[in-house]
């Protein structure tokens, strides 16, 4: 990543946010929620109109700030013209920051667990408490509404109007601007994974755990409904809209736990390097 000057508690934090961004996307790694592809960014924290994401390599064997890149938010090219190769798919980082201000992290997935409910017509909701933030239901993105004669039908967000697309997805019918927040925190993308945003990297890493946990918890209850015929007549029980409002923000209050555990998960499990 390119030098830039800063205060020496300037330098303190950004230090920190590296370290972070490197633990996070070991933990996203360690948890399946990214395997070889699949990507993390942060805005940076003295300019807004900057996102960090790393360069061109599998999440799990990032390990020193010299793996991470700088990119414009405005049309998502590297600050440094001579970085290394980066992430095709970054415009969904940048457009997301582009679109909503308050937005400081972005995760991109390929969960297994909760692709079913992009194609199936499914939708996605909550059932437990620590996935309150997927509110009553989670939009689906899909791609062919989006592209333009001649496009490329491999799925990939590869520009920035596609990415624009998908940012639009976190508020359907909603003209934002300003400071103004997505209504939605996570969006499923048809037949490719989800993106999901929030405040900082510690709750865009939680969140993205937590979504693929409530898909497969969604998926054993339908499951199991589907095979006792006494259970046909009764519906998956989710969480009410009072439910969804209340863990968001219990949840938030111990946040530092899971974060915590997976830290020394990735510590501990002896296939990841941190040096930030």
Request: hydrophobic share 45%.
């Given at each position: 990543m390119a030098a830039q000057t800063h205060s020496p508690?300037?330098?303190?934090i950004l230090r920190q946010y590296y370290r972070d961004f490197i633990s996070g996307s070991h933990i996203l790694h360690f948890h399946n929620v990214l395997d070889a592809f699949g990507h993390l960014s942060f805005r940076h924290p003295f300019n807004p109109g900057v996102f960090v994401m790393s360069r061109n390599a599998a999440p799990g064997t990032i390990s020193s700030p010299?793996?991470?890149?700088?990119?414009r938010v405005e049309d998502a090219q590297p600050v440094d013209p001579n970085?290394?190769?980066?992430?095709?798919?970054?415009?969904?980082h940048g457009e997301c920051y582009k679109k909503y201000p308050s937005v400081q992290s972005v995760i991109h997935s390929h969960s297994e667990a909760v692709v079913p409910y992009s194609i199936s017509g499914v939708p996605l909701r909550a059932c437990y408490h620590m996935a309150g933030f997927l509110g009553a239901s989670v939009p689906v993105w899909d791609i062919a509404d989006a592209q333009k004669p001649g496009d490329t039908c491999d799925l990939l967000v590869r520009d920035t109007h596609l990415g624009a697309s998908l940012a639009a997805a976190f508020s359907p019918g909603a003209d934002h601007v300003g400071g103004d927040a997505p209504q939605s925190v996570v969006v499923l993308?048809?037949?490719?994974?989800?993106?999901?945003?929030?405040?900082?990297?510690?709750?865009?890493?939680?969140r993205a755990v937590y979504t693929q946990k409530?898909?497969?918890?969604q998926t054993t209850a339908l499951t199991t409904r589907a095979a006792?015929?006494?259970?046909?007549?009764?519906?998956?029980?989710?969480?009410?809209?009072?439910?969804?409002?209340?863990?968001?923000?219990?949840?938030?209050?111990?946040?530092?736990?899971?974060?915590?555990?997976?830290?020394r998960e990735v510590e501990a499990?002896?296939?990841?390097?941190?040096s930030a």
């Open positions: 508690s300037d330098d303190a010299g793996d991470l890149i700088a990119y970085a290394a190769p980066g992430f095709l798919e970054r415009c969904i993308m048809r037949g490719h994974g989800f993106t999901v945003l929030a405040g900082s990297i510690q709750d865009c890493v939680m409530n898909a497969m918890i006792d015929p006494s259970a046909a007549a009764t519906a998956v029980r989710y969480l009410s809209q009072k439910e969804v409002d209340d863990t968001t923000w219990s949840i938030r209050q111990s946040a530092h736990r899971p974060w915590g555990l997976w830290l499990c002896g296939l990841y390097v941190n």
